[in-house]
Nanobody, 117 residues
C-alpha cells in the first residue's frame, strides 16, 4: 500500500486547507474496510492523532479540532480527505495520513501545514 498526501501549505489564522491522501496498491475492498486517520507532528512534539474514520464509518477527533476539521473519504478514488477550517497557529505541523488494513499500518510521507498569526 502506498499513500500520497497533498494539500498542505501556508495560511493565516482563520484560513482553510483541504488535505488529500490517495492510496494505491490496495484493493478497493481493503480500502473500504480500513481504518483511516490523519496524524500530525508539531516541531519538537510527538506525533498525535487528529482525526480518524473507523472501518464502521464512525469519526473521532482530537478535542482541539472538533468543529473545525472534518475527515472523509471517497472510496471510488481510494482517497481520504481532511478539511481544515478556522486554522490556528497551534495546528502547524506535518500531517500524515494513515491507513490500517487488518493489523498493518501504512503511512504517507506527510504534508506540511503552517498557520501564521
Amino acid at each position: 500500500v502506498q499513500l500520497q498526501a497533498s494539500g498542505g501549505g501556508s495560511v493565516r489564522t482563520g484560513g482553510s486547507l483541504k488535505l488529500s491522501c490517495a492510496a494505491s496498491r490496495i484493493i478497493l475492498s481493503d480500502f473500504w474496510q480500513s481504518r483511516k486517520a490523519w496524524y500530525r507532528q508539531a516541531p519538537g512534539k510527538q506525533r498525535e492523532l487528529v482525526a480518524e474514520l473507523t472501518s464502521g464509518g464512525s469519526t473521532n477527533y482530537q478535542d482541539s479540532v472538533k468543529g473545525r476539521f472534518t475527515i472523509s473519504r471517497d472510496n471510488a478514488k481510494k482517497t481520504v480527505y481532511l478539511q481544515m477550517n478556522n486554522l490556528e497557529p497551534e495546528d502547524t505541523g506535518v500531517y500524515y495520513c494513515n491507513v490500517e488494513v487488518g493489523s498493518r499500518h501504512y503511512w504517507g510521507r506527510g504534508t506540511q501545514v503552517t498557520v501564521s498569526s
